[in-house]
C-alpha cells in the first residue's frame, strides 16, 4: 500500500469547510492517516489503495489550484495507520509556538535539491572556523538514530523549543551559511524564516523534501546520511539501503536506535533509547527516573514512581 507524505504552505479561507470535506474524501476512498489544515495550509501522512491516493492527490491539487503540492510516496501498509482516518484544524500547521506572522512561510529559505545538499556536505572542509554548518531542526529523540555527517544536533524535545534554541545559539550561525533540514521539509520552512528573521546568518538553504526526499534518491544515504530517517506511524523508520547505528542506549552506551519498547523519560515523556538487555532495562524501570537527554542538560529532575514508563505523553 503506498503511504504518502505532503505539506502545502498557502493561504486557506474556510478551513473549517475544508476539513469537512477531506473527512469525507477520506471515508468515501477508504483513507487511513492523519492530516493537518490551518489558515496557513495543509500538512499530512496517509495511505490507501493505489487508486485512492492518486485520487487524493488529484483533489488537493484541485482544491488548492496548484500544481505544485508535494507528495512524497514510499510503501507501507494499512497497519501504519490504526487510528484510521483523522483531519484535524489547528493554528499552525507544525507547533512552534511562534505566531504564523512573525514566521512565516513566505519568508522561508530556498529550497536546494538533494544532490546539491549532499554535494556541500561532501565538499565542506574539516576547519573548526568553517562557514558552512549543517543543522537538523527535528528533535532530540529524532536524530539521535538517523543525521547527516557533521551535522549540529539541538537538543529539543519538541520543535517549540527551537525559537530558543537559537535565541540561546545566536553566535554559532553568525556570518555562516546554513544548510538545514527535517523529516519530510515543513518543519524547515518556519525554522528557516525564524532564523533568518534574526538577521544573522550569512545565507540559509533548506532540504527540498526532507531527509525522506533525500533517501529516496540516496537510498544508501549517499556517504552522508548515517543511521535511520524516524517517521511518524507504525513504521517507525524509512527504510534506508545501508543502515548504520549510531544510536546508543542512555543506560549502557551500547549501540541502539529501536524505540519499538517505547520506554519514555520520566519528565517530559517522550521516547528513550533502551536496550534489551535486562540489566538497562530492568534499572530504569525499577529506578524509574530515566532522563532523555534534553531534561538531562536542564538537570531537571521528577518523581514519576506512580506512572508506568512505557505510557504515551
Same mark, same amino acid.
Given at each position: 500500500m503506498?503511504?504518502?507524505?505532503f505539506?502545502?504552505?498557502?493561504d486557506?479561507?474556510?478551513?473549517?469547510l475544508?476539513a469537512?470535506?477531506?473527512?469525507?474524501?477520506?471515508?468515501?476512498?477508504n483513507?487511513?492517516g492523519?492530516i493537518r489544515?490551518s489558515?496557513?495550509?495543509?500538512n499530512?501522512?496517509f495511505?490507501?489503495?493505489e487508486?485512492?491516493?492518486? *485520487?487524493?492527490?488529484? =483533489?488537493? #491539487?484541485?482544491r !488548492?489550484?496548484?500544481p505544485?503540492?508535494?507528495f512524497?510516496v514510499?510503501e507501507?501498509?494499512e497497519?501504519?495507520?490504526?487510528?484510521?482516518w483523522?483531519?484535524?484544524?489547528?493554528?499552525?500547521?507544525?507547533?512552534m509556538?511562534?505566531e504564523p506572522e512573525?514566521a512565516?512561510w513566505?519568508?522561508?529559505?530556498p529550497?536546494v535539491?538533494p544532490?546539491?545538499?549532499?554535494?556541500e556536505?561532501l565538499?565542506?572542509?574539516?576547519d573548526?572556523?568553517?562557514n558552512?554548518?549543517?543543522l537538523?531542526?527535528?528533535?532530540?529523540y529524532e536524530? *539521535?538514530?538517523?543525521? =547527516?555527517? #557533521?551535522a549540529? !544536533?539541538?537538543?529539543?524535545?519538541q520543535f517549540?523549543d527551537?525559537?530558543?534554541y537559537?535565541?540561546?545559539n545566536?553566535e554559532l550561525f553568525?556570518?555562516?551559511r546554513?544548510?538545514m533540514?527535517?523529516?519530510g521539509?515543513?518543519r524547515c520552512?518556519?525554522?528557516?524564516?525564524f532564523?533568518a528573521s534574526?538577521g544573522?546568518?550569512k545565507?540559509i538553504?533548506q532540504?527540498r523534501?526532507?531527509?525522506d526526499r533525500?533517501?529516496?534518491r540516496?537510498p544508501d544515504?549517499?556517504n552522508v546520511?548515517e543511521?535511520?530517517n524516524?517517521?511518524?506511524?507504525t513504521?517507525?523508520?524509512q527504510?534506508i539501503s545501508?543502515?548504520?547505528?549510531v544510536?546508543r542506549?542512555?543506560?549502557c552506551s551500547?549501540?541502539?536506535?529501536?524505540y519499538?519498547?517505547?520506554?519514555?523519560c520520566?519528565?517530559?515523556r517522550?521516547?528513550?533509547?533502551?536496550?534489551n538487555?535486562l540489566s538497562c532495562t530492568g534499572?530504569?524501570?525499577?529506578?524509574?527516573n530515566?532522563l532523555?537527554l534534553s531534561?538531562r542538560?536542564?538537570?531537571?529532575?521528577s518523581?514519576?514512581?506512580n506512572?508506568?514508563?512505557t505510557d504515551?505523553?
Amino acid at each position: 500500500m503506498p503511504i504518502s507524505l505532503f505539506y502545502h504552505y498557502t493561504d486557506l479561507e474556510d478551513v473549517e469547510l475544508f476539513a469537512r470535506d477531506l473527512r469525507s474524501f477520506g471515508m468515501k476512498h477508504n483513507l487511513a492517516g492523519r492530516i493537518r489544515i490551518s489558515s496557513e495550509g495543509i500538512n499530512g501522512t496517509f495511505g490507501g489503495t493505489e487508486s485512492a491516493v492518486q *485520487a487524493f492527490h488529484a =483533489f488537493i #491539487g484541485s482544491r !488548492l489550484n496548484s500544481p505544485d503540492v508535494d507528495f512524497k510516496v514510499s510503501e507501507g501498509s494499512e497497519r501504519n495507520f490504526p487510528e484510521g482516518w483523522k483531519v484535524r484544524v489547528c493554528k499552525e500547521l507544525v507547533t512552534m509556538g511562534i505566531e504564523p506572522e512573525v514566521a512565516s512561510w513566505k519568508q522561508a529559505a530556498p529550497h536546494v535539491a538533494p544532490e546539491q545538499f549532499r554535494e556541500e556536505i561532501l565538499n565542506r572542509k574539516e576547519d573548526v572556523k568553517e562557514n558552512l554548518i549543517v543543522l537538523d531542526v527535528r528533535n532530540q529523540y529524532e536524530s *539521535a538514530i538517523g543525521r =547527516f555527517k #557533521g551535522a549540529i !544536533l539541538p537538543p529539543i524535545r519538541q520543535f517549540s523549543d527551537f525559537p530558543q534554541y537559537v535565541r540561546t545559539n545566536e553566535e554559532l550561525f553568525r556570518g555562516r551559511r546554513v544548510l538545514m533540514y527535517c523529516t519530510g521539509g515543513i518543519r524547515c520552512e518556519r525554522a528557516s524564516a525564524f532564523l533568518a528573521s534574526k538577521g544573522i546568518a550569512k545565507s540559509i538553504v533548506q532540504l527540498r523534501g526532507g531527509i525522506d526526499r533525500f533517501l529516496n534518491r540516496f537510498p544508501d544515504g549517499g556517504n552522508v546520511f548515517e543511521g535511520k530517517n524516524l517517521v511518524f506511524d507504525t513504521r517507525m523508520v524509512q527504510p534506508i539501503s545501508n543502515p548504520t547505528i549510531v544510536g546508543r542506549c542512555i543506560i549502557c552506551s551500547t549501540k541502539w536506535d529501536d524505540y519499538s519498547n517505547n520506554f519514555r523519560c520520566a519528565y517530559c515523556r517522550v521516547r528513550v533509547l533502551i536496550c534489551n538487555e535486562l540489566s538497562c532495562t530492568g534499572v530504569f524501570i525499577e529506578n524509574r527516573n530515566g532522563l532523555c537527554l534534553s531534561c538531562r542538560l536542564q538537570e531537571r529532575h521528577s518523581d514519576v514512581r506512580n506512572k508506568e514508563l512505557t505510557d504515551g505523553p
